[in-house]
């Protein structure tokens, strides 16, 4: 091959590497304007480059970003959290989900035997009625 050609071949390579940079930080400011979590996976979609590339070429800049992210807390209700990436929040919602699903359960449970004992109750009062009475009955003779 010819030094041209070699250089033409540089050339294309050294541009095609300048367009993937500039993509992924288009992604990035992207993801920060909209004001969405940095993960590598978000970039590498916005970006259309594998993560692999991005873990090669921007693994402590991405990673700051993330960190930077999480170092931020929005209030939610009045109650400040830490921001979370999309993953862990589907993460945590589906715990959330699960311990929800266990709570409806168990005050369901916890219903039932509540109206039993009031059943066990109006029984005892009942009872404690027909006592009182025999007792004013037998007190009065």
């Known amino acids: 091959m010819s030094t041209d050609n070699l250089d033409g071949v540089r050339h294309a390579r050294e541009q095609r590497s300048l367009k993937k940079r500039r993509a992924v930080e288009d992604a990035i400011e992207l993801l920060k304007q909209r004001n969405e979590t940095i993960t590598f996976k978000a970039i590498a979609t916005l970006a259309n480059v594998s993560?692999?590339?991005l873990y090669n070429n921007f693994?402590?800049?991405i990673s700051s970003?993330?960190?930077g992210d999480r170092s931020?807390?929005?209030?939610?209700?009045g109650v400040t959290v830490p921001s979370r990436t999309s993953e862990e929040a589907?993460?945590?919602?589906?715990l959330l989900r699960n311990k929800i699903g266990r709570l409806k359960m168990e005050l369901g449970e916890v219903r039932q035997e509540n109206?039993?004992?009031k059943i066990a109750l109006e029984?005892?009062?009942?009872?404690?009625?027909h006592?009182?009475?025999?007792?004013?009955?037998?007190s009065s003779n």
């Open 51 to 53: 993560r692999q590339y």
């Open 59 to 61: 693994k402590d800049a």
């Open 65 to 67: 970003f993330r960190e």
């Open 72 to 77: 931020t807390a929005i209030e939610i209700d």
């Open 90 to 94: 589907r993460h945590i919602e589906a």
């Open 115 to 117: 109206a039993r004992l």
């Open 123 to 129: 029984r005892e009062r009942g009872k404690a009625e």
């Open 131 to 138: 006592f009182r009475q025999n007792w004013i009955n037998a």
